[in-house]
């Protein structure tokens, strides 16, 4: 029995293995191919898969209303089963976006600057595609048509690995996505939908680095940390979202740092999203604050971890542990702690934070100055909510990710960030 159970695995792995190269190689070919045609072709793609969503709604709907009935019997978290959940007013909403994305300016081949030297030689620098993505991700099925549009924007092929919990609704998605492909003469593969959930396959698919040429991963931080151990491509990745709000000593009203607080722990249901406000910082001329704004919390349902400062002033407050710092609950918890100075904050914010997005509140313009320029983070916010860190709010028409690396793209990452660029050089017989 542990003979035929081995000989099973390895035949297993070796039709993976296949898998994956096949599915890489006809990425990498359909990315030489895209790099070469012309926006309105891909424009019309796109616009074609917002059509097949209108088109084929009680399809995706009932292969999601089968998705939904799976995670219910295998005790999905609550927050996945609200992102999975797909009705007629989200699916509209996918639609539009889509439409939104192919309404963008191309960044394909655009001059990002050019130079003509003394002698005659034009040096320019065009934004060309990254050539061929794979993209993993978990539950949110409006991901997939958003990052297929995406990656047609900017000219690049993708390879589209959902999480098991979608995979009826993707798998509609992938017809309405192949479709599109044909009736605009595109390169079949240019976006593919891997229908195996099998974590080997991915992990496979992670080694074609001869054909893939970066990989995004979106989704909790377990998939990522096994995303960068197994990858032997470059990874655009963000591990988590603990991000914070700091109140100034000269902050605004108090009316309007409560508004902030609470929509950006509380205007996502469960506040299970890497935007929310984790860690709210107060400065010791603000401890006044506390009071209202605890209470203002509490009323939504939100556990506050406080230092011994704030347990002080709101009694209800759970003594916050060392470990809490650092933790991104993605719930209805918020730790507050009461800091001595600005440049304890920045310093707290550096230290504890993932470099996502941190806020500051105050009217100080020197305060503000050195909170942008001093905290290390994609995203600073100057009196505004953390959960405005989002593609869509940026103007980018949605996201294929929120990158918190400095390398090459850092923040919500739209169509232009999908690119790289080239150097031309054009010459009238130039010799050096």
Known sequence: ??????????VTLASHLLASQTLASQAREAGLQLAAIDAHRRTAAILAIA???RTAQADVLKANALDLAEAVSSNLAAPMQKRLLLDAIKLEAMASAVEEIAAQPDPVGQTLDRQTRSD???IERRRVPIGSVLFCYESRPNVTTDAAALCLRSGNAVILRGGKEARHTNQVIARVIRAALLSARLPEHAVQ??????????????????????????????????VVEHATMPVLKHFTGNCHIYIDQHAPDVDRVIDVVINAKTSYPGGAVCNAVEHVLIHQAQTGLIGPLCEALAKKNVEVRGDSRVIKTFTNAIPATPQDWDAEYLAFVIGIK???????????????????TDAILSTDSAAIDAFVKRVDSA???????????????????????????????????????MCTYKWVVTGNGHLR
């Open 51 to 53: 059509t097949g969503l």
């Open 193 to 226: 939908v891997v229908e195996s959930t099998d974590r080997q396959l991915l992990y496979e698919l992670l080694k074609q680095d001869r054909y893939i040429d970066v990989v995004i991963p979106r989704g909790g931080e377990s998939l990522i940390r096994a």
């Open 120 to 122: 005659g030689l034009v």
């Open 338 to 356: 009461v800091v001595d100075s600005l440049d304890e904050a920045i310093a707290h914010i550096n230290r504890h934070g993932s470099h996502h």
């Open 1 to 10: 029995m542990a003979q035929q159970t081995t000989e099973n695995e390895a």
């Open 379 to 417: 995203s600073v916010m100057v009196n505004a909510s953390t959960r405005l860190a989002d593609g869509g709010e940026y103007g980018l028409g949605a996201e294929i990710g929120i990158s918190t690396d400095k390398l090459h793209a850092r923040g919500p990452m739209g169509a232009g960030d």
